[in-house]
Structure formats: C-alpha cells, structure tokens
C-alpha cells in the first residue's frame, strides 16, 4: 500500500494578509496539497498529497468575518486557534466559473446588471471588486437585493431572519452582502429589504439641489468681485467697501457648498 507523501513548510503569515494566505491554501488544494494542521505561531502548514480539489477557504477573526457566507452550512470549520478560526468549503470544479470585471454608479444599476447576467445563465458566485465571478448554468429571473454589511458582530441574527424575508445569503465584501430573492417573502418584508437603497437615493436629492444653488451663488460672487477688481479706480476705502459684500456672499455659498457636500456624503454612506 502506497502512503501519500506529507510535507510542511513556513508561510509569513500576518492578520493583515489572510487573503494572501486563503490563496495560498486554495493554490496548493488546487494542485492537490490539502492542509491537515497549522501552526499559527510559527506560520507553519503541513499539507498531505493527495487528488486535486477545489476547495475554498476563509478566516475568522475573534468571530468577525466580513463575509457572512461564513457561517452557513456551505463552510465547515477545520482549525481555530487564540481567537483565529479558519473555514473550508468544497467548491465546483474551475471550468464552472466566469470572472468578469466591471464598474457601478449606483448599487441599482448594479443589481440590474446581476439580474441581466441571471438571464444568461451566470449567476453570482463572489465579489472582489471591480471583479464578479460567476457559475454558470440555465438562465433564468433572478432578483438580487444589495444591503449595507451591518456589524459581523450581528452575523448570525442578521442570517437567522434571512429565510423568512425569502433571501438567500450568496456573498459579502466588507461593505455590501449581497442576497437572491427565493420568492417567500412577505410583502412587507420585501419592501423593507429594497428600502436602504431608496432611503438613501431619496436623502441624497435635497442636498444635490443645496449643492447646485451653492456653487452657482458661489460662482456669481466670485465672478461680482472679479468685476468690481477690473472697474477699480479709487481709493482702497471705495475699494472695500464695494468688495466687502462680494466676499461676505462667496463665503456663505462656500459653506453652503461644503455643507451639502458632507451632508451628501454621510447620506450615501450612513
């Protein structure tokens, strides 16, 4: 009986590079090296050869992960240690993926285009932005609803209420989860699942129009004391007190600017 070869070897591994070290597992599975032990102090990984698998892999952080996927059954937990848990899930083979890169405006626009790629068949597997991966499959309608990532802290709250909303968790990148509509929800629960992108688009409106009416103030008065500076011919005492007023206006507009635009900012980004 043949015994499959083990071998270990030294990977620096810090906190602040856990994607680089989810990638390094995921290459070596690839290539048929499966991780059996870690020891995390010396950043040692001991791997056992064996057939190639495509498995994917994510960390834990004192329980904390920014993508909730996570913690559903997909993912299995094969080590944990001083606070760091390390998760392993079995994936389709590479053939089944799509990786296609793109850029949004809006997170509507976004949802649009998911639910467009749906009808061709491909269907969202994970976001490492501007880069969507994709499974591919029959097409078909699918609704993909965007939420702001809410605290990990709330990750098995948040999962829990999930099902009766008629969602199902497909990826998460630190910002956005991103859900697919099942088509059991209550009404009331759809409506209130789209709101936060509404709530935020309709908040934003006002504080475009304050920003308009600020910069055209602002570029009046700037323009007015720009006049006024040709036309002078007096003394500096005609010269304030023609200019006094100009500034006086170019400020106020300035602040209505810079209001707006922080008020506009939070708005987006609550």
């Known amino acids: 009986m043949k015994t499959k070869s083990v071998k270990s070897e030294k990977y620096r591994m810090w906190f602040n590079d856990l994607g680089g ?3 390094m597992l995921e290459e070596h599975s690839a290539d048929g090296w499966h991780l059996i032990s870690f020891e995390m102090a010396e950043g040692k990984f001991t791997f056992k050869k064996g057939e ?35 998760y392993r899930c079995e994936e389709d083979v590479p053939e089944a993926y799509e990786t296609v890169k793109k850029r949004f405006s809006s997170p509507e626009q976004e949802r649009q285009w998911l639910a467009e790629m749906a009808e061709k068949g491909y269907f969202l597997y994970m976001v490492e932005k501007p880069a969507y991966t994709f499974t591919m499959g029959e097409g078909e309608p699918t609704e993909y609803i965007i939420e702001k990532a809410p605290s990990a802290k709330n990750a098995g709250a948040y999962l829990d209420v999930l099902p009766a909303r008629g969602l199902e968790y497909v ?4 910002r956005s989860h991103y859900l697919v509509r099942t088509g059991d929800a209550a009404p009331v629960q759809q409506t209130a699942c789209a709101a936060p992108g509404e709530k935020r688009a309709r908040a934003s409106k006002p504080f475009a129009g304050l920003l308009a009416v600020g910069a055209v103030g602002l570029a ?6 720009v006049y006024d500076v040709l036309r002078f011919s007096a003394g500096m005492a005609e010269y304030a007190q023609r200019t006094w007023v100009d500034l006086l206006a170019a400020a106020i507009c300035a ?16």
Not at 70 to 76: A, L, Q, S
Not at 220 to 225: E, T
Not at 259 to 264: A, G, Q
């Open 255 to 270: 602040g209505i600017v810079i209001f707006s635009l922080i008020k506009r900012r939070k708005s987006d980004n609550p």
């Open 52 to 86: 190639p698998h495509c498995y994917g892999y994510l960390f834990v952080v004192n329980g904390e992960s920014y993508n909730f996927k996570v913690f559903t059954d997909t993912f299995e937990k094969i080590y944990e240690e001083g606070g760091l848990a390390l």
């Open 220 to 225: 009046a008065a700037l323009g007015k004391m």
């Open 21 to 23: 070290t989810q990638q």
């Open 171 to 174: 990826w998460g990148d630190g």
